[in-house]
């Protein structure tokens, strides 16, 4: 058994009336949160017992919190601190813009008879959420966190962090392994035990992304206030549109498999180096393509699924025959998204071939996980 914890996005329905006090506790907190801020910055004060006293009354007394609000909101600006401190980045101050509002389990927001109960400057609102598809984080069987009130899109939502255990599968229970190619022409390419090979096109979504960077370029040339905000909103949009569709495929490849699956990718950690030689005009498209973020997702939908992903070193994936194992740079043709073996003659398309040779990789770390069991 292994814990798993997931932020899920709950879409809430206040009314007119709510939405306004909402609004005013969120734009409170904001205050407060900015306060506390400049005073942790101005003092280098990170002791919560400290920041307690210098500013616990007058977050009450000057933007009206209760006493749990109070409290979150000192947490929540030490916790900002101490993550720059832990990345080793600048000391600089940090600055609360969003319409935000971190809600403890049980204190701040409870659930009671399908509806949440969220604190107030003005008492407890008891507000509707959207149920559907989010039925199964409602069974019982999750424990919820502390939760971010967000309001975005014009719209108010719950982020809570769900927790729950669940079972882990091992290697010598696999009995479908899944190597996946990931590139630009060709999003993914699968190669799974049964010898199916399935593409995801990223034809589409190369043209949006070009799109983009078309867009981008012409509100950089005129440089005002509002081509700069037209510039922030577009790199929203496209990494939402980026993480959709890394949901989507990994989603689906989750879902197809089932349990006890192996998915074997490419360590493709250093992308940015390896593509340095791209030529530049798809150099922005390839460098900047979410690879790590599809990794991450497809790793925790996996071990949410009894399923397993790993890594492996991509030397030679591309260039080894999968038929008669003969390396050679020149079996392929990049160009033209050829492979062609110059042993055996073996010829297909070659993303296809680096599925077919993570394929292979699995198998080997399958054969070496079970032989180290049998020895144990």
């Not at 879409?11 to 904001?30: G, H, W």
């Not at 409290?71 to 319409?99: C, D, E, G, R």
């Not at 197809?256 to 490419?266: A, P």
């Not at 699924?305 to 990049?334: F, L, M, W």
Request: proline share 2%.
């Amino acid at each position: 058994m292994i814990e798993i914890t997931i932020t899920s996005k709950i879409q809430i329905y206040p009314t007119d009336e709510q939405i306004k006090i909402l609004n005013d506790t969120m734009i409170a907190v904001r205050k407060a949160l900015n306060y506390v801020s400049n005073y942790v910055f101005e003092n280098k004060c990170f002791s919560q017992h400290k920041l307690n006293e210098a500013t616990y009354y007058l977050l009450r007394e000057k933007f009206s919190l209760k006493s749990q609000m109070s409290q979150s909101v000192m947490k929540t600006v030490l916790a900002k601190y101490k993550t720059i401190k832990s990345n080793n980045q600048p000391f600089t101050k940090v600055q609360f813009k969003n319409l935000e509002y971190d809600l403890v389990w049980n204190r701040d927001y409870l659930l009671t008879n399908g509806i949440f109960s969220i604190n107030s400057l003005e008492g407890r609102l008891k507000i509707p959420f959207e149920t559907k598809g989010m039925e199964k984080y409602f069974d019982g069987t999750y424990t919820f966190g502390t939760a971010k009130l967000v309001y975005k899109f014009k719209k108010y939502f719950l982020h809570i962090p769900m927790t729950k255990d669940f079972i882990q599968t091992t290697p010598f229970q696999i009995n479908k392994i899944v190597g996946i190619d990931l590139g630009v022409n060709f999003l993914a390419t699968v190669y799974d035990s049964y010898g199916k090979t399935t593409f995801f096109s990223g034809k589409a979504i190369k043209s949006k992304r070009g799109h983009y960077k078309i867009l981008r370029k012409d509100l950089q040339e005129l440089g005002t206030k509002s081509a700069k905000r037209k510039i922030k909103s577009i790199g929203t949009r496209e990494n939402r549109y980026v993480a959709d569709v890394n949901h989507s495929i990994t989603k689906a490849l989750v879902e197809h498999y089932g349990q006890n699956t192996l998915f074997v990718l490419e360590d493709l950690t250093n992308v940015r180096q390896s593509t340095e030689r791209v030529c530049i005009n798809n150099r922005y498209t390839i460098v900047s393509w979410a690879f790590y973020q599809f990794r991450k997702m497809l790793e925790y939908k996996a071990k949410l699924n009894q399923s397993i992903v790993i890594a492996v070193d991509p030397k030679y994936t591309s260039q080894t025959c999968p038929k008669c194992g003969h390396i050679e740079k020149s079996n392929r043709d990049k160009k033209n998204h050829i492979f062609c073996c110059k042993n055996c003659g073996y010829q297909s398309n070659d993303d296809r071939i680096g599925a077919m040779n993570l394929w292979r990789k699995g198998i080997e770390y399958i054969e070496k996980q079970n032989s180290k069991e049998v020895v144990e």
